[in-house]
């Protein structure tokens, strides 16, 4: 089996698992990715759309003769995912086309209904479900069954139950990298999972309702051994000179047993500088410290909201004021950089509660903030509730649906306070890494609703507010750009398969 993969913006390391997955097991894989110079869901540059050279992917994509087209697709993506995937299904009509992904997960049934180039959906972890979809396209059996995913066929929805989770992720290969290289999608960083799921419920988030659907399917929380960590890194620093090292879990800090050895084993054998994911109740002194000494250089912590109530009652993030605070205080005491992370425009937010959000960044004073405007994610409860208290209406709904805007552009609730909202989402970085003497000045901005004046400040100093993973993000995307322009990349390196004496006679 010859399998296609196609991805936009950034390096996706679901969409690496399944590639090494189907390697692993006797099949080809190719990816076509799109830079999304255009659009990268952070900052918006029309202008520079000529440069995702969309002709050139679909080239590559014939001339590798697939058998299957597999698409990850984050709700954000989708609008220029369902538009390559016309392309593709114009150009080969005989080939099926997949997604998954977020999106996928959440409205399979929608995506089947109403996209007609979408042939099927998966709905959980793609590894095992692709790999035996493939099994069953080559042998040339029947695979409308298949556990995990949903499948349209002569005009028939087969909507098949969830498969298990694979418990022991140390059975899963390594995910595919070289191929992210070679599009230029990093350099100097290294992304790496050490583990799955999540045990906090976040309404904002996809977590909690993941874990609903994967109930009774084996264990949601999965850690990979120490071992088998180190040993991914070990033979990606031999291939790669990364500089820095990425934790992408969604949560790394939950398990601190777990953390503390294996800081111990990445000091002695790794020790590159690294950045991760904790949430407030787990950064406790002992495991920050042990972090620490490890080479941590950031750690991203969700403040979400600095109104407790909006926390307690509308997020799920039951913590005080005070939790926060002595968990931002024990990354910094460390030693550790923080970026702090809140989101702004919550269906029923009033302008005091944003302004108690920017407030409580100016008390933890964190070395970097990210900060977001509220997107309604489909099938989490904050949407749900964005409808109920009249925030989404049919047409916001149908917005969602299609993947229009995100939580860095504009809101698309029906909220009083958005212009607000959006400002703060923009200045906030700015205003974290600003001297006291300049905060005036940023506050004048803000009472004011300068949104185009807060976004040119936010483009504008991204090397200042965000001093690695910003300027590395440039990095990636001037690299990007350049691979994509110069067609560096090259021509697809899985060899494709010689023509038989009927082809090469036609």
């Known amino acids: ?41 952070f900052i918006k540059f029309p202008h520079l759309a000529w440069m995702n050279k969309h002709q050139e992917l679909l080239d590559r994509a014939k001339g590798f003769k697939p058998d299957l087209i597999a698409m990850g697709c984050l709700t954000n993506l ?46 959980g972890e793609g590894e095992i479900a692709m790999l035996e979809l493939c099994n069953r396209m080559e042998r040339g059996e029947d695979y409308t069954d298949v556990p995990t995913l949903w499948i349209r066929r002569d005009g028939l929805i087969h909507r098949n139950p969830m498969g298990p989770l694979e418990n022991d992720l140390d059975t899963l290969p ?33 977590i909690h309702y993941q874990r609903s659907i994967f109930k ?6 999965r850690k990979r051994s120490i071992p088998n960590v180190i040993e991914e890194l070990k033979q990606n620093l031999t291939k790669y000179d990364v500089k820095y090292v990425s934790v992408h879990d969604d949560n790394f800090t939950t398990n601190p047993k777990w953390v503390e050895e294996f800081c111990e084993h990445y000091r002695k054998e790794i020790n590159l500088p690294w950045y991760c994911f904790g949430y407030p109740t787990t950064l406790r002194p002992k495991l920050v410290e042990a972090m620490k000494a490890a080479n941590c250089h950031t750690v991203f912590m969700g403040v979400d909201s600095g109104d407790a109530d909006i926390r307690r009652h509308l997020m799920e993030r039951p913590m005080t004021d005070e939790l926060i605070k002595n968990a931002a205080k024990n990354v910094l005491d460390a030693g550790i950089g923080l970026q702090a992370s809140c989101i702004y425009g919550n269906p029923g937010e009033e302008p005091e509660q944003m302004f108690k959000t920017l407030s409580m960044i100016d008390e933890i004073q964190p070395s970097q903030s990210s900060a977001y405007v509220f997107y309604p994610f489909p099938k989490t409860k904050m949407y749900d509730a964005s409808v109920e208290m009249g925030y989404l209406d049919e047409e916001g709904e149908e917005k969602v649906r299609q993947g229009i805007s995100g939580y860095h552009h504009e809101s698309i609730l029906k909220h009083p306070h958005k212009e607000l909202a959006e400002t703060l989402a923009k200045i906030t970085p700015v205003y974290a890494r ?35 993973l910003g300027v590395e993000g440039i990095k990636v995307t001037v690299r990007m ?26």
């Open 481 to 506: 750009a350049w691979k994509a322009i110069s067609g560096a990349r090259g021509k697809s390196s899985t060899p494709v398969p010689e023509a038989d004496e009927t082809q090469q006679a036609a």
């Open 434 to 468: 600003s001297p006291n003497f300049m905060k005036p000045a940023i506050r004048w901005i803000i009472r004011h609703r300068m949104r185009r004046l807060a976004a040119m400040l936010y483009l504008i100093l991204i090397p200042i507010t965000f001093p690695y």
């Open 174 to 206: 390594f995910p595919e990298k070289q191929l992210w290289y070679e599009y230029g999608c990093f350099k100097d960083n290294l992304e790496v999972f050490t583990g799955r799921g999540c045990p906090f419920k976040c309404t904002f988030c996809n």
């Open 1 to 41: 089996m010859r399998v296609l993969f196609y991805y936009r913006g950034i390096e996706n390391m679901g969409v690496g698992y399944c590639m090494s997955m189907l390697k692993a097991h006797g099949h080809d894989v190719d990816l076509i990715f799109d830079p999304g110079l255009d659009d990268n869901l």
């Open 78 to 123: 989708y609008p220029f995912a369902k538009v390559m995937a016309e392309k593709l299904k114009q150009t080969m009509p005989e080939v099926p086309i997949l997604m998954g992904g977020h999106h996928a997960q959440a409205l399979p049934g929608w995506l089947l209904e109403n996209d007609p180039n979408i042939d099927m959906v998966c709905l």
């Open 216 to 221: 009774d399917q084996g264990d949601f929380l």
